[in-house]
Every structure is written in structure tokens, then in C-alpha cells.
């Protein structure tokens, strides 16, 4: 059972949901265990081929919370140990995110500040209603970019934008966001849910679950190299692997029979051996 999170299967999706309305969904240390275990939930499922997360409310999450007041964030004195761990080691979900073998689609149902915005970098698509604004707030409370975003964020909307975001802690309408490519796409409120869906399903319906994992990682292990020789050394080794498994014939039996197909390898069992290099 969760208390800051509201979970539900619908077919192939797993949808996650921030439920703290209450208090514009601001992140505390459980939901954060919260979230990584319902990664790994959808990870250990076969049956579960893409997690969506978005919130409830009007406000995707305002970020952390702050009811200690001044002392939110001191996690050694204990008024920001309650809410973000001893020490402020409460960052798994991460982890959890980056190691999950499904893809992820944040839908922004409103704005996003500091770990409300960083804790959506790991996922793989993001999409939001046209009114959202995102800030990277956190030189404003006195403090540095966390949740790796010094990482993520440049690889996502470049090393220029990233640095005027952070060191500004402005707020950055959507508009600015859809330029940058923090987000693929805005939507009206009435139609962010069944966008974030009809994302999902395409994954679901018409890719092969065990091509998907590999491609993630693929994806996010090589895409920040200098160049591509470490992708090289790998992408042609996993298509030998895979070019003589099921997967492929009837990807290639389907197209040729103009039919959607129905691919019959899966992820807890079929990943090539070769997929531990990468």
C-alpha cells in the first residue's frame, strides 16, 4: 500500500500517480521510496510494458516539502531528516528508474520545481499541458542541482540551457521547455491523459519488449560519448543475438503480412547474454 502515490494497471501500463493534492504533490522521502518500488514493480512484470507518470491536482510537484519551514532541508538536524532520510540518502528511485528495463512517460499535468522537476530526468518521454512552467529553483533556496540532474539535465536540453536554468533558478514556461526538448509535446488538459496513453500503447502494441530494454539502455549508456565507437562495439554483437530469435521473425512475418505483431520473447527471460555488456 501507498500513501504519497496512486498506482494502477491498465493493460499494458502501469500508471503511477503523485498523490499529495493536499500540498501540490511536494516530495518527501517516502514518496521517493514509494516510486522506486513501483519501478521495480513494473520491472520485475513482463506483463507490464510501460510506466506513466504523472499527478494528481493541478500541480505536477512543487517540489520538496518544506513544511519544517527553514530547517526542511537540514537532514542532520532532524526536521529534514523526516522528510528526506539521514543524510538526505532517500535519491533510489533514481537508481530505479535508470535500471528499469520498461520505458517511462512523465505527463506533466502542471508545473514542476526542483526534485518535482529532477526526479522526471531518468524517464524516457516527457509530454505537459501548454500552461506548465518547470524551475530549477535550487540556487534560490541556497542550494545545488541534486537527483544527478547535473548529469541528466545537459544531456537533455544542452550544457548552455542547463547552465541558465540552474543558475537563474527561473522558471522556464513550457513553450521554452518544448524548444529546449525537455518536453516532445504540449497538450490541453483535457487530453494529457490519453495522449500519455496513446504513447504507451504505441510502445506496447507494435514493439518487441526484450528490443525495447536494449534500446533504453543502449540509448542512455552511449548517447553522451564522444563518439560512437562504444555503441559500435555492442549494437551489432546484440543484433546477431537477437536477428536469429523469435522476436525477429515475426517482427519481419508481420510487416510482410501487414498484420501488428505479437512478439513472444520477454524481458525476465530472454535478454541476450551479451546484454550485460552494455
Do not use: Q
Not at 522506486?36 to 512484470?45: H, I, L, P, S, V
Amino acid at each position: 500500500m501507498t500513501t504519497t502515490l496512486e498506482t494502477r494497471v491498465e493493460g499494458p501500463i502501469l500508471w503511477v500517480v503523485l498523490d499529495r493534492p493536499e500540498v501540490l504533490n511536494a516530495y518527501n522521502a517516502t514518496m521517493g521510496a514509494e516510486l522506486a518500488a513501483a519501478f521495480r514493480r513494473a520491472d520485475a512484470d513482463d506483463d507490464i510494458r510501460v510506466v506513466v507518470l504523472t499527478g494528481k491536482g493541478r500541480v505536477f510537484c512543487s517540489g520538496a516539502d518544506v513544511s519544517a519551514g527553514a530547517g526542511a532541508f537540514d537532514t542532520e538536524a532532524g526536521a529534514g531528516a523526516a522528510n528526506f532520510g539521514s543524510g538526505g540518502r532517500d535519491s533510489d528511485f533514481i537508481a530505479a528508474i535508470m535500471a528499469s528495463r520498461k520505458p517511462s512517460i512523465v505527463a506533466f499535468n502542471g508545473s514542476a520545481a526542483g526534485v518535482g522537476l529532477t526526479l522526471t530526468l531518468p524517464c524516457d518521454i516527457r509530454i505537459a499541458v501548454a500552461h506548465a512552467k518547470f524551475g530549477c529553483v535550487f540556487v534560490r533556496r541556497g542550494l545545488v542541482p541534486e537527483a544527478g540532474s547535473a548529469w541528466f539535465l545537459p544531456r537533455l536540453v544542452g550544457l548552455g540551457t542547463a547552465l541558465r536554468w540552474c543558475l537563474t533558478g527561473a522558471l522556464v514556461p513550457a513553450e521554452e521547455a518544448l524548444a529546449a526538448g525537455l518536453v516532445s509535446e504540449l497538450c490541453a488538459p483535457e487530453v494529457l491523459e490519453d495522449r500519455a496513453r496513446a504513447l504507451a500503447l504505441e510502445i506496447a502494441e507494435n514493439t518487441a519488449p526484450v528490443a525495447v530494454a536494449l534500446t533504453r539502455r543502449l540509448l542512455w549508456r552511449h548517447a553522451g560519448e564522444a563518439g560512437p565507437e562504444g555503441a559500435l562495439s555492442v549494437d551489432s554483437r546484440l543484433n546477431i543475438a537477437l536477428g536469429r530469435g523469435a522476436d525477429v521473425r515475426e517482427g519481419v512475418a508481420a510487416f510482410l503480412e501487414k498484420r501488428r505483431p505479437v512478439f513472444p520473447g520477454r524481458v525476465s527471460r530472454d535478454l541476450p547474454e551479451i546484454a550485460r555488456d552494455i
